[in-house]
């Protein structure tokens, strides 16, 4: 286990499962089910990544970007939008946010780690 903290914020439990036996046994996995949630964990837990689902029940994964970003404690966070939904309609909201990569939902474990090893090893 290495001493990296990745919080999961996606409303689907299943995707907490799959990420948890990619990464898990690697890193330290926390997640959340809403935005309010996430918002809160991320102040107290300040990870390393944040992988975030853009579709939420309470809030759109912009709008946690948007809270997240404009505060000091976690503007600095490496956040990876994962989504099922066509990113392309998305994508310059994403940039303009400062999230720094997406995962298209259904994600292969190869996809996720290099994603991870890249953000993860520049921090």
Known sequence: MTDKK???????????HLFENMIGQEHTVYTSTNGKDAII???????DLILLDLMLSDMSG?????????DIKTANIPIVI???SELHLFIMD????????????????LSVQQTLSYYLKTK
């Open 6 to 16: 990745i919080l999961i914020v996606d409303d689907e439990p299943i995707y907490f």
């Open 41 to 47: 964990k991320a102040s107290e837990l300040f990870p």
């Open 62 to 70: 912009l709008e946690v970007c948007g809270y997240l970003k404009k």
């Open 82 to 84: 994962v989504s099922s």
């Open 94 to 109: 994403i940039y303009d946010l400062g999230i720094v990569d997406y995962i298209v939902k259904p994600f292969s474990s």
